[in-house]
């Protein structure tokens, strides 16, 4: 099978996947592949150019069905793999020992997790593709999509339930850590490097090329915002201490960018880039509060109120015009959720 006969089939199966996101009522019984199966085939495709342009669209299209339908089952398998080995050792009827049965399945765990991994690789990788051609700007695109729903609040917190319960957990364990600090741990849930992700968002917000890939990219910093202030307040100390984006962006230039964004001739980048300057705002502070730096002198606001951190991400939108001609652009718009939010 060559690399053009596997592009082709992605292609008609994106195809026919988008058709049922036009009416998803019924993809259950046209869909009758596994999700992690599905997944799982599909990511294998991401590693070569030639492919990767194809199975990524597939992945997204997956997510857009799902998140219409209600259905996560497709978001999960990015995070957990091909179950379908694992599952038939749990039911097999074998006559070995429990010891060898228990290795077997723990041996599938561990290679549902390298799938994983991988996959949420290839797809970070492919969103550090160069070129401006239609083709690789629409790859980029559908590679933020995902990182868009994979990343999404509700997800992740159903993404750590599910495997808390599945381990057997009581609830009192720390929760996931980042994927840089810990490597291969099994408790990393959440196999995304939200630091690399933070930093192609960025990029692709300043895209000219295409308004649609600066949208995205703007919607999905709101995302990994979010991540990024659980696992800082999550992981706050010890071996597999979670060190926070947010304090990097004003050194990266990211507050510069988002405030330039706010003057976007596109409603919606705008409303984005005031609704990720807000949570930037506020998870900053959270964080500081959660590590306890509001009680300690050299780390308190000069005004106050929070830490010295937000002082300087707000200090930061200030002079970057954040507050300036922008601000006043969303208070006279007609769409009063804009409106609402150049208030606060």
């Known amino acids: 099978i060559t690399s053009k006969t596997v592009a082709a089939s992605l292609s008609s199966l994106s195809t026919d996947i988008d058709a049922m996101v036009n009416d998803p009522t019924s993809f259950r019984e046209k869909i009758t592949i596994p999700a992690s199966t599905l997944v799982t085939a599909v990511g294998k495709h991401l590693k070569l150019r030639d492919t990767a342009e194809y199975a990524i669209r597939v992945l997204a299209s ?8 209600g259905d996560d089952s497709f978001a999960l398998a990015i995070y957990e793999g091909d179950a379908d080995d694992a599952d038939a050792m749990k ?16 041996e599938k765990q561990g290679k549902r997790n390298q799938q994983s991994r991988e996959i949420i690789e290839d797809i970070l990788a492919i969103l550090e593709w160069n070129g401006t051609d239609d083709r ?18 509700t997800l992740v917190a159903s ?19 980042d994927v840089d600090a810990v490597g291969e741990s099994m408790h990393d849930f959440v196999q995304v490097d939200i630091h690399r992700a933070f930093r192609s968002m960025l990029d692709h917000a300043t895209s000219s090329a295409s308004i649609s890939l600066q949208r995205w990219a703007t919607a999905t910093l709101r995302h990994l915002i979010t991540e990024d202030q659980r696992r800082a307040c999550v992981y706050s100390s010890g071996p597999g201490r979670y060190e926070s984006f947010m304090t990097h962006l004003v050194s990266t230039g990211g507050i510069m960018i988002l405030c330039s964004l706010l003057s976007s001739d596109d409603s919606e980048t705008r409303t984005h880039a005031t609704s990720t300057l807000e949570a930037i ?3 900053t502070r959270e964080i500081g509060m959660a590590l306890g730096y509001s009680n ?6 000069r ?10 991400i707000v200090s930061s939108i200030v002079s970057n015009g954040g507050c300036g001609a922008a601000l ?17």
């Not at 690789?136 to 609040?153: F, H, N, R, W």
């Open 328 to 344: 006043a652009h969303l208070l006279i718009s007609s769409d009063e959720s804009v409106a609402e939010m150049g208030c606060s």
């Open 159 to 177: 993404v750590i339930s599910k495997r808390e319960v599945q381990n057997g957990k009581d609830g009192d364990d720390d929760g996931p850590v």
């Open 62 to 69: 997956l997510l857009m069905l799902g998140n219409v339908a």
């Open 303 to 312: 005004v106050g109120r929070g830490t010295a951190d937000d002082a300087s």
């Open 281 to 283: 705002v506020i998870a």
């Open 296 to 301: 300690i002198d050299k780390f308190k606001s």
């Open 136 to 153: 690789s700007l629409g790859a980029l695109e559908q590679a933020i999509k995902v990182i868009y729903y994979i990343t999404e609040p």
């Open 91 to 106: 039911n097999s009827d074998s006559t070995n020992s429990v010891p060898s049965l228990s290795e077997a399945i723990s």
